[in-house]
């Protein structure tokens, strides 16, 4: 479904790893195409009831990570669950495109010879 997919610190925490792996198919629809390059960590933050997500993208000479906690709020139904892994998503591919821009930008600056 993805790159990698790991659950950490679950051990003794099975009702945050059942939010994480609901959470975990709600994540690939909102991915969708792009799965196969996205590698995916849940990491249970007991403390406080909430896990983070972290989400890294690596494509060619250019890697992003983003890195969302999600609070029982978050899992409070699939709409708040599709939200806030859209949300991750989401500022994952800004850094992407910003990264993009920032290259294209410099390509079209440069001299070209005749």
Known sequence: MFKKLEYLGFRDHPDLLVLAERATSLLADEIRSWREDVEVTWDAAPQSG???????????DWTGIVR??????????????????????????????????DRLTQFLAEPVEA
């Open 50 to 60: 909430s896990v983070f997500l972290e989400l890294r993208l690596a494509l060619l």
């Open 68 to 101: 969302r906690l999600m609070g029982s709020g978050d899992f409070a139904d699939e709409r708040r669950i599709r939200a806030a892994c859209r949300d991750a998503w989401g500022r994952l591919l800004d850094k992407f495109l910003a990264r993009t821009k």
